[in-house]
């Protein structure tokens, strides 16, 4: 039997190269050994203030870019999280089960929270919600960064916990840490890692910008003043990503291309490393503008829907019996 995926990404404005190469192609590679649940987890971007519009916008946009990079609907199952309702009663009924001290020693809530006059209850409580959302499925495996582990952590003593306190309904899910070399970092700061958040546009590629601000950006990358092409994490982070941003693309090892560079400058590898983001990103470009405004991409979600649906309800009915909830089913 297939063992069971689950990940969920934020629609919080559009996918870095970072994001592609660390997460979003592998789970290309996922969908043909593994049940897969991709999910937009849009209950979670409402932890902090969101502007209806361009929320509604990026949930779409996540959709379509989803499906440009190669997931298949009829392998894979993609929905938006809000289209569950399971996933916010079975949040509940894990927040009655999580403790509020172990809620407030996640770093995310301390990292978020700290300066503010105020935070939102769910901001405290949405690794429960996360919890929900990965357990509702039977989930065996979570693709996750190391950003996320200890939210991972908290889900399976979650689960656990409640395994032992009612019933033996769910399944213990393991990390499934990216492969090495997936971490993609700033164009501007490489020794901090590549995000969408970052004030200085010149620090990310999203998977949807133009050829011209390719090269612009690639152009720009700090690089220092040796001039050699040269894999050196320490003393050239720099030059490093970019080489691990072609490689990676390309399936050409690091080696190959210092050797391939060698004896030229900087320019010319920038050049090339700029026109190797542009192809790649052309055909995903393509079929996302294909799909943004199609009646395809609605039918792709409602399918999703309806599949999780089905697959969580069942979950949740275990989880209200095992509580006591509702009146007893026959």
């Known amino acids: 039997m297939m063992k069971t995926i689950f990940s969920g990404i934020q629609p919080s404005g559009t996918i870095t190269l970072g994001n592609y190469i660390g997460a979003l192609r592998q789970f290309v590679e996922l969908q043909e050994d593994y049940d897969c649940f991709f999910c937009i987890v849009d209950e979670h971007a409402i932890t902090v203030q969101q502007d209806r519009l361009e929320l509604r916008k990026n949930i779409r946009s996540l959709a379509a870019l989803y499906v440009a990079v190669g997931l298949d609907p009829s392998k894979a199952t993609l929905f938006i999280q809000s289209e569950v309702p399971a996933h916010a009663q079975a949040g509940w009924m894990l927040q009655c089960v999580a403790y509020i001290g172990e809620l407030e020693r996640m770093t995310q809530f301390k990292d978020k929270s700290a300066g503010k006059e105020a935070v939102t209850a769910g901001l405290l409580t949405y690794p429960p919600l996360m919890a929900a959302d990965i357990l509702l499925y039977g989930t065996d495996l979570v693709p996750v960064g190391e950003d996320q582990k200890q939210h991972l952590e908290l889900t399976r003593d979650l689960a656990e916990r409640f395994n032992r306190k009612y019933n033996n309904i769910f399944t213990i899910p393991e990390v499934r840490i990216p492969k090495e070399g997936a971490r993609v970092m700033s164009l501007q700061e490489p020794m901090k890692k590549m995000s969408k958040s970052d004030s200085n546009q010149k620090a990310f590629i999203t998977l949807l910008d133009e050829p011209k601000q390719i090269e612009k950006k690639i152009k720009s990358a700090v690089t220092d003043s ?6 050196d994490k320490e003393n050239k982070p ?17 080696a190959d291309l210092e050797q391939q560079f060698s004896g030229k400058g900087y320019g010319d590898f920038k050049q090339a490393a700029a026109d190797v983001v542009i192809k790649h990103l052309a055909p995903i470009q393509e079929r996302y503008y294909e799909l943004i405004d199609s009646e395809e991409l609605d ?3 409602d399918e999703g829907a309806q599949k999780a649906r089905r697959r969580a309800e069942k979950m949740v009915k275990k989880m209200e019996n095992a509580m006591g909830l509702g009146r007893k089913r026959k």
């Open 226 to 231: 040796e001039g050699i092409v040269k894999y």
């Open 238 to 254: 720099g030059v490093s990503n970019l080489l691990s941003i072609y490689s990676a693309l390309e399936g050409i090892p690091v």
């Open 299 to 301: 039918q792709i979600l």
